[in-house]
């Protein structure tokens, strides 16, 4: 055991590339991330986080939600005021149990999602076009990413995910799964292993999840006289 003291610091960009090379290997994997994001270019830095992210997972996704600040323009953290006067508290103080909350957007955002927080408010993403700049980055450079449905562009590729067979233990993608009819009869799912057609139920054993997936050509279906911007309001 190591009893050699570790510090911790925040850099810019401009400094991280100085000890580029030079570093251990878990300083040297936040120097790569650095150089990766300032690879998009974008002046906006969560948009370089966002298509990073999206290279990684082969997603880029987006859903509107409230949150209680935006980084790139006045919207602060702020609450609800008190209406009257009480033992606790005076007319007029924050009522820090109604925090205010602005229309916002979220990229990406995992299964486990956070009450109030996104990447900005949907006034900043409108005004800068980052729903657009972004999907036009990602076509513009061949980026293997697949796009949300939108009536902005279309995607050019599909993710497809890897699971592997309960019973020959081989990996297969998902779109190569036979499909069975729901239980109620109101579609399918995907359920039979290509190789050894075992079939995966709603009270039997399932194929396995793995953290891997492959990316699939799909037929562009771009609509150039859209101005909708990611299928919202």
């Given amino acids: 055991m190591s009893l050699e003291k570790k510090y911790q610091v925040n850099l810019a960009y401009d400094e991280l590339l100085k000890l580029d090379g030079l570093v251990n290997e878990i300083a040297q994997a936040v120097i790569d991330v650095a150089k990766?994001?300032?690879?998009?270019?974008?002046?906006?830095?969560?948009?370089?986080?966002?298509?990073?992210k999206s290279e990684e997972t082969g997603k880029l996704t987006w859903m509107f939600k409230n949150i209680r600040s935006c980084d790139y323009c006045d919207k602060k953290r702020a609450y609800a005021k008190h209406s009257r006067s009480s033992r606790y508290h005076r007319k007029g103080d924050d009522n820090t149990k109604y925090p205010l909350n602005y229309?916002?957007?979220?990229?990406?955002?995992?299964?486990?999602?956070?009450?109030?927080?996104?990447?900005?408010?949907?006034?900043?993403?409108?005004s800068n076009r980052v729903?657009?700049?972004?999907?036009?980055?990602?076509?513009?450079?061949?980026?293997?990413?697949?796009?949300?449905?939108?009536?902005y562009k279309a995607t050019r590729y599909t993710l497809d995910k890897i699971r592997t067979c309960y019973n020959c233990k081989l990996e297969m993608q998902e779109s190569q799964l036979g499909r069975e009819a729901t239980l109620f009869g109101d579609g399918s799912f995907p359920s039979s292993c290509p190789h050894c057609k075992a079939k995966s139920g709603f009270f039997g054993p399932n194929h396995g999840f793995t953290n891997k997936h492959v990316m699939n050509a799909a037929a562009p279906m771009i609509n150039q006289n859209s101005t909708t911007v990611g299928g919202g309001k």
């Avoid at 300032?38 to 906006?44: H, M, N, P, Q, V």
């Avoid at 729903?131 to 009536?151: P, S, T, W």
């Fill in 103 to 126: 229309p916002g957007v979220k990229f990406n955002e995992g299964c486990v999602v956070f009450e109030g927080y996104g990447d900005m408010c949907q006034s900043c993403m409108k």
């Fill in 36 to 52: 990766k994001e300032a690879g998009y270019g974008f002046s906006i830095p969560v948009m370089n986080e966002i298509l990073r």
């Fill in 131 to 151: 729903m657009e700049v972004m999907i036009d980055y990602v076509l513009d450079h061949d980026l293997k990413i697949q796009i949300q449905k939108n009536d």
